[in-house]
């Protein structure tokens, strides 16, 4: 057998082989899968923006003005009117001088941290950080530390240990401000108080909760009061809550001159279809015209957390969107996922490596399209398992 058929039968055999389902229909909650409609729980949409007609509309409108490719990269000749109308948009809404506009998020996070550090630097990051940002601190020349997932204690004796003490040389914290697999939120307000006291620059993933928290949809750094000088590097991303495509950056006006020179990820690649950047303003001003869809989510929250609990189902410490039931082994997990989705429902079963072994589990997602029988549905497959 070859190396590659081997380790597929040993991914098979332990309960990790991944395949995909085929789409046919939109982003929503009732989705065309195989032929077949389900009602599901696994996207990342969480204020129902994917599919909205005003979004819809407005990247009509801009592929009439705009086409479709952007043709090159933004330093070169892909940067439209549009992509800067967002980018201007999008510091406003996060209370930052400037954000720059990535392909994508986990392109945005390689990118950020391979220009922020170099030899002799090191990056700290929280063990249950996203898979991107975990791999642009690997690829990076830095040192890499991981502190324990939300722990204080294990991130300041890192940041004091005399190796990574030595004169000159940067420090980099960073940290998801939602846990992405666990739905949990990260201690903002202490890590960045730490990082000032210990002279560490500070970076937080916001790509769980830009959309659906803080005033208006402003994010977990807003919720928590965090400015610029708190939080100097602010990643979010457009792919979730506001339903399009993309990421960005947002701080100092230094901060962006900088990346633009130095991200590779930015420059070395082609700009997002300027149409995208128009459904996405689309996307902010309804954050502010239909902010009902983010008190709607957190009822709907609530409404699942209770049901969920009183049938006596695991569920993880989470006020988000994001809420897992641990199961525990694998193939436990998949075979919950399958009758689940026998009766008509869909929920991911999430498994190592994407989360640490013995803690399979489903990670149902919830959104603003979500309406309260859809929940009761949910809840309904779940009691019959
Ligand atoms: C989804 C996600 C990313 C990656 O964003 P994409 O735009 O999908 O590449 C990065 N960080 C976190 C925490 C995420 O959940």
Redesign the pocket.
């Known amino acids: 057998m070859s190396v590659i058929s081997q380790k597929l039968a040993n991914k098979k055999r332990q309960g990790l082989y991944r395949t995909r389902r085929v789409l046919s229909s939109p982003q929503q909650p009732m989705v065309r899968v195989d032929d077949v409609n389900y009602l599901a729980f696994c996207s ?1 949409d969480y204020l129902g923006l994917a599919n909205h007609p005003r979004v819809v509309t407005a990247f009509k409108q801009a592929v009439d003005l705009y086409g479709v490719g952007s043709g090159a990269s933004h330093l070169v000749l892909g940067h439209s009117k549009v992509h800067h109308q967002l980018e201007e948009a999008l510091a406003e809404k996060v209370g930052r001088d400037r954000a720059l506009l990535f392909s ?6 390689v990118g950020v941290i391979n220009a922020l550090v170099d030899t002799g630097d090191t990056v700290f990051e929280d063990k249950l ?2 898979a ?2 975990l791999d642009g601190g690997l690829i990076s020349k830095a040192k890499f530390q991981r502190y324990l997932h939300n722990d204080m204690e294990s991130l300041r004796g890192k940041l004091c240990d005399d190796k990574v003490k030595v004169a000159g040389n940067s420090k980099l914290v960073v940290t ?1 401000s ?1 846990f ?1 697999m666990d739905g949990d939120i990260a201690p903002l307000t202490d890590i960045s108080v730490i990082c000032q006291q210990q002279k560490a620059m500070l970076m937080v ?1 916001d ?2 909760g830009f959309g659906v928290m803080g005033d208006r949809g402003a994010g977990a750094l807003n919720a928590n009061g965090l400015t610029q000088s708190d939080v100097p590097v602010l ?1 979010a ?4 809550a506001l339903g399009t ?3 960005f950056i947002a701080g100092s006006d230094e901060l962006i001159e900088y990346l633009i020179q130095e991200a590779r990820t930015y420059i070395y690649t082609t700009a997002l279809p300027p149409a995208i950047a128009a459904a996405t303003l689309e996307s902010l001003q309804l954050l502010v015209d239909e902010n009902w869809r983010q008190d709607k989510l957190q009822q709907l929250i609530q409404r699942f957390r209770s049901g969920a609990q009183s049938l006596g189902l695991n569920v993880m410490a989470s006020s988000t969107a994001i809420q897992p039931i641990l199961v525990g082994e694998p193939d436990k997990a998949l075979a919950m996922s399958q009758k689940l989705q026998d009766q008509g429902l869909l929920v991911t079963a999430i498994r190592p490596p994407t989360v640490p072994k013995g803690t399979a589990r489903l990670r149902v997602t919830l959104s603003a399209g979500h309406s309260e029988e859809n929940i009761d549905q949910l809840l309904e497959g779940f009691s019959s398992l």
């Open positions: 990342n994508s998020g986990y392109m945005a996070n950080n996203h991107s940002l998801d939602v992405s993933d790509a769980h990643m991303t457009l792919g979730k495509a993309g990421a």
